[in-house]
T-cell receptor, first 110, second 114 residues
């Protein structure tokens, strides 16, 4: 089983739609969780950290479910500019290493 | 503030050649990382460093070497390049722990080994 698993997609959604991605992780000792965004042929950029209580940043909401070992990202009112690959990242406790999922590709269609 | 810079942006190597990928950050971060990303795959950690003079292996260190003589610089050395090392290489730096925990990535180096 991969340490971090994501549905590769692509998720094709119309503008204005709400879309959600899940990511599962295998190490129950994981401590920190993140969503990164990567545009085609560009470097990853932090979208948001994921906190135990859940957190929201504008149209983006991230949730953590430790019992089921998954994190989620919800995007409301999708924009064309949201088209990208979304990387789930997990950092186990006691390490300095980040484990990256292979990413979920989102295409927002006009 | 330039952030994380990487040179070169592109490079083509012949099998058996060597090269150094440069990475510099100006944010005074202690933690620095080298990743490779193959097409359609996630990032794989090659080496990382938690401070000047301290480096450690990641998931895929074979065929690579690193050094960290200063806080700012973290070069990655490829010895005896092989086609399997064709990839995009990203350097990152960051703060670890607490709400400041994040990584900042450089723009990447696209390497082809023929």
């Amino acid at each position: 089983r991969k340490e971090v698993e994501q549905d590769p997609g692509p998720f094709n959604v119309p503008e204005g739609a709400t879309v959600a991605f899940n990511c599962t992780y295998s190490n129950s000792a994981s401590q920190s969780f993140f969503w990164y965004r990567q545009d085609c042929r560009k470097e990853p950029k932090l979208l948001m950290s994921v906190y135990s209580s859940g957190n929201e940043d504008g149209r983006f909401t991230a949730q953590l479910n430790r019992a089921s070992q998954y994190i989620s990202l919800l995007i409301r009112d999708s924009k064309l500019s949201d088209s990208a690959t979304y990387l789930c990242v997990v950092k186990p406790s006691g390490t300095y290493k980040y484990i990256f999922g292979t990413g979920t590709r989102l295409k927002v269609l006009a | 503030n330039a952030g994380v810079t990487q040179t070169p942006k592109f490079r083509i190597l012949k099998i058996g050649q060597s090269m150094t990928l440069q990475c510099t950050q100006d944010m005074n971060h202690n933690y620095m990382y080298w990743y490779r990303q193959d097409p359609g795959m996630g990032l794989k950690l090659i080496y990382y460093s938690v401070g000047a003079g301290i480096t450690d292996k990641g998931e895929v260190p074979n065929g690579y070497n690193v050094s960290r003589s200063t806080t700012e610089d973290f070069p990655l050395r490829l010895e005896l390049a092989a086609p399997s090392q064709t990839s995009v290489y990203f350097c990152a730096s960051g703060l670890a722990g607490g709400r400041a925990d994040t990584q900042y990535f450089g723009p990447g180096t696209r390497l082809t080994v023929l």
